[in-house]
């Protein structure tokens, strides 16, 4: 980097490393939307119930077969930083509503693309994201008014709400039964305040083993614990089972630090071990008198203990997961108690049945049929490994949604039916300006229509002939067409229950909006030698063809 020294000529004066490398103005705004756009690109193909899948395989040759959005972009190795930004979009989508990420990144690609082409055109980058921030108010304001009510009590909504969200993965052979079982699971875990309800999708368990088929796949109204019972001798089945938590170990504990015992004798030796039997059995005695049948521990349970538990006919199991006794204590109505001796009958929790029972290669313990849990897990069976994974990616996504359409209460037809409506209303704001800002807006309107756009591509569809067929039914007044991209035909989705959370529309035109005006704000990319190399700013070179370095 260079600064003139008068009229003398140029004296090269260095501000920055030897090897940093920059690139400024419409060099680096046109390489910045190329990577964002390529990302995009990526995952467009997943988009909609024809989207097709991704192999992605990782250093140690793990595979990962899916066409979940943000699976696919946290499992790429992307190196160029505006590239890093567009995963950013999807990994925020994903955290605030669990499902729209392919939505949000395709969207936050077209906005770029339009954006780049009116950069050529000499509209200036603050002018354009000063129209993108108007559009995108517009855009929530015409989603706001365009959905439907919803109540945790309209079951067939809901289920349509899971089937949506399943259409297109794995998991659409047999979405009809999981779309009910996901209804039934947060109904069970939902807090109902009048006609509002709240759920926590984290208080669904889910729990993966392969071995069946999806069909296989349960609701357990309880936890399941993936652990086994510790003795053989104590009962596999415990009906009305009074269940104990326990967060300390059933054991005598070890000398800390330094401290010695020093034994003499073998008297000694034998009072030494009586002292910690009885101490052990002082332990089991607080289980019995209490009244619990079912220990279950998240510690170790000593060898000595187990036996004198397994003798009083109670059930235990040790090493239990933090996460799981939260869970348990949610579902079984138990407190976790943090000292043996305290335990009493008031710290219990009922369950109608726990039973080890064998699933697949290993031993598993339900424990089940809970009066009213505020918990309760989702076993998935299906053939493969990797067609288990993808279900459960099928099922997070659904919860989520289902979650997300209770805590607003609000859908939206899909099929594309919302982007054609927010589009045409865009569209026609964009005539209240006179200025640049109406290039911008148009373009927002514009960039919307790619998610029609990318279902009817998907499905093998003609996407001019389709998007005409959409803005005419729009423009008759019919809010709700969208399309069938099984049929080809435009029809009213809310009809055919085809629907989607209003939170995942809103929150994935605001992500999208506002990655698009940061990454189109950057003018000026200066990167050390030390970031990968490379053209500008230190990213890797864009090869030819439009893929990426660090890509799968």
Known sequence: MTVNMGQGGVQPIFI????????????????????????ADTVKTTLGPKGMDKMLVD?????????DGVTILEEMQIEHPAAKMMVEVSKAQNEAVGDGTTTAVVLAGELLKKAGELI?????????????????????????????SVTINDEKSLANIANTAMTGKSAERASDYLSNVCVKAVKKVATIDGNAASVDADNIKIEKKHGGSISDTILIEGILVDKEVVHSGMPKVIKNAKIALLDAAMEVKELEGDAKISIDSPEKMQAFLDKEESMLREMVESVVKSGANVVLCQKGIDDVAQHFLAKRGIMAARRVKKSDMEKLAMATGSKIVSNVTELTAADLGNAGNV??????PDKMIFVEKCKQPKA??????GGTEHVVDEVDRALEDAIKDIAAALELGKLVPGGGASEIEVSKAVRKYADSFSGREQLAVQAFADAIEVIPRCLAENAGLDPIDKLALLRSEHDKGKKSSGLNVFSGKVVNMLNEGVV????????????ATEASE???????IIASSGSGGGDAGGMPPMPPGGGMPGMM
């Not at 920055?16 to 990302?39: C, F, H, M």
Request: zero cysteines.
């Open 16 to 39: 920055l490393p030897e090897g940093t490398s920059r690139s400024k103005g419409k060099d680096a705004q046109s390489n910045n939307i190329a990577a964002a756009k390529v990302v």
């Open 59 to 67: 250093s140690l040759g793990d595979i990962t077969i899916t066409n």
């Open 120 to 148: 050529d055109q000499e509209v200036h980058p603050i002018v354009i994201t000063k129209g993108f921030k108007l559009a995108k108010l517009k855009a929530i304001e015409v989603l706001e008014k365009f959905a439907e």
């Open 355 to 360: 039973e080890e029972r064998k699933v697949g």
């Open 376 to 381: 309760v897990t989702i076993l998935i069976r």
């Open 500 to 511: 989607e959370p209003l939170k995942i529309k809103l929150q994935a035109v605001k992500s």
């Open 518 to 524: 940061m990454i189109l704000r950057i003018d000026d």
